[in-house]
């Protein structure tokens, strides 16, 4: 399986096998996704997916040949759902900035055990060259975002930076930061960007 295959519904694929194909790839990622989130990223192996979704081995190392690519293909798919959400915020820049602020808090308002285990995944990318194409997907999208914001590129990546050091955060302290704590540290430097021109 090709690790740049985007995954698709299984409820839009009308040809049987593709779609049994589609709903057994969401299983082992799902499984691969429950592996990190109780134990960690180096957890994941062909063999321990297979166990946590109860399948063969073998039908592991059919979809996915190497771990890298089975990390890929997780990786892909949480960054899906985040592109998919920051494409999605309001118009209006106040509400679009308060909406991408509660999308940063969120994950320590919810499932806090996966929001960390999505954050290994991008930060394994530091190591693992086959993930880092879904790292500058992600600075992509916040990058776009940013710019109705602030035209000149080195104030979008202070702010990007920042906007990166609060998903951390709020995975990492006690108590994270809300949502409005979020919200009024990136209005405000983005304030200042603005003043300083």
């Keep these: 399986m090709s690790t740049d295959q985007q995954l698709e519904d299984p409820e839009n694929i009308s040809d049987g096998r593709r779609r049994k194909g589609e709903q057994r790839r969401r299983l082992l990622l799902d499984a691969a996704m429950d592996v990190i989130t109780r134990d960690g990223v180096t957890a994941v192996s062909q063999r321990r997916v297979a166990a946590e979704a109860g399948v063969p081995p073998s039908t592991v190392t059919y979809y996915y040949a190497t771990v890298d690519d089975l990390l890929v293909d997780a990786l892909t798919r949480v960054n899906d759902a985040y592109v998919r959400r920051v494409d999605a915020l309001p118009k209006d820049p106040d509400e679009a900035l308060r909406g991408f602020a509660a999308l940063i808090a969120e994950c320590a308002e919810t499932d806090h055990a996966h ?33 109705p914001y602030l035209p000149d590129p080195a104030a979008r990546a202070g702010v990007a930076a920042a906007s990166d050091g ?3 955060r ?28």
């Design 170 to 197: 709020c995975c990492t302290a006690d108590p994270p930061p809300g949502a409005d704590e979020v919200h009024r540290a990136l209005r405000r430097l983005i304030d200042r960007e603005h003043a300083a021109r």
């Design 115 to 147: 929001a960390l285990a999505e954050m290994e995944l991008f930060l394994m990318a530091a190591r693992r060259p086959a993930l880092r194409a879904q790292i500058d997907r992600w600075t992509a999208a916040v990058d776009a975002f940013l710019t």
């Design 166 to 168: 609060y998903f951390l």
